[in-house]
């Protein structure tokens, strides 16, 4: 089965600060990756996608991904942190041929932007 | 337009007692989702439905889980004497489409107590 393994559960960090979340899944064939974004009292929505291409992937507010197929890994960067970013950040994949489409999530990553 | 609906928002319901929760995909959206997270947990995958297809219902914990759909709208996930461990946000997504890259949007999310 795939597993999707997200470390560092909880971060607090300073605005302006750098953020980078880990990543990483089990899974040898063709992955499709996600990460998902929850601000307090919204839903999930979409922060970024990975299906092909170049591996270094841009999203939404400034967030983007890179794509390491020998490390299995999907690590989330910003640069520079907002306050606005407090949310919980949910990492999942897609595994082609394994499960109609269903999403395998990591535990996510709570995340604290203190002004 | 408007995006995944569900409801009721909150239930709190007795150790025992039957619980169904509802989920109205976004107009147009072939496939719906439901996923469970737990407390600390990632979200869990329990059935899809795709078009007129047989439901994968392989994510389903035990028989007491079981949900219908009515063409490409509402969706309906049924819990049977219920019982504490089910407690846990219960989500529906819905994609336009079959490829595994499509995006899943997320509802509210109906938070589910078992006393």
């Known amino acids: 089965a795939q597993s999707v393994s997200q470390h560092n559960h909880h971060v607090i960090l300073s605005e302006a600060a750098s953020l980078e979340l880990g990543c990483n899944y089990s899974y040898g064939g063709t992955v499709n990756l996600f990460w998902y974004v929850q601000y307090p009292g919204q839903h999930l929505q979409l922060l970024l996608k990975y299906f092909s291409g170049d591996p270094l992937v841009k999203g939404i507010k400034g967030f983007e991904a890179e794509f390491i197929k020998s490390k299995f890994s999907f690590n989330l960067r910003k640069p520079s942190v907002q306050w606005s970013d407090t949310a919980e950040y949910f990492c999942?994949?897609?595994?082609?041929?394994?499960?109609?489409?269903?999403?395998?999530f990591g535990k996510g990553n709570q995340v604290v932007v203190i002004p | 337009g408007a995006g995944v609906s569900q409801s009721p928002s909150n239930k709190v319901t007795e150790k025992g007692k039957d619980v169904e929760l509802r989920c109205d995909p976004i107009?147009?959206?072939?496939?719906l989702y439901w996923y469970r997270q737990r407390l600390g947990q990632g979200l869990e995958f329990l059935i899809y439905?795709?078009?007129?297809?047989?439901?994968?219902k392989s994510g389903l914990p035990s028989d007491r889980f079981s949900a219908e759909r009515t063409g490409e709208s509402v969706s309906t996930l049924t819990i049977q004497r219920t019982q504490q461990e089910d407690s846990a946000v219960y989500l529906c997504?819905?994609?336009?489409?079959?490829?595994?890259?499509?995006?899943?949007?997320f509802g509210p999310g109906t938070r589910l107590l078992v006393l």
């Open positions: 997504a819905s994609s336009a489409g079959t490829a595994p890259q499509e995006t899943q949007y």
């Open positions: 107009s147009g959206h072939t496939a």
């Open positions: 439905f795709q078009g007129n297809s047989a439901p994968d």
């Open positions: 999942a994949v897609n595994a082609l041929g394994y499960g109609n489409n269903r999403l395998a």
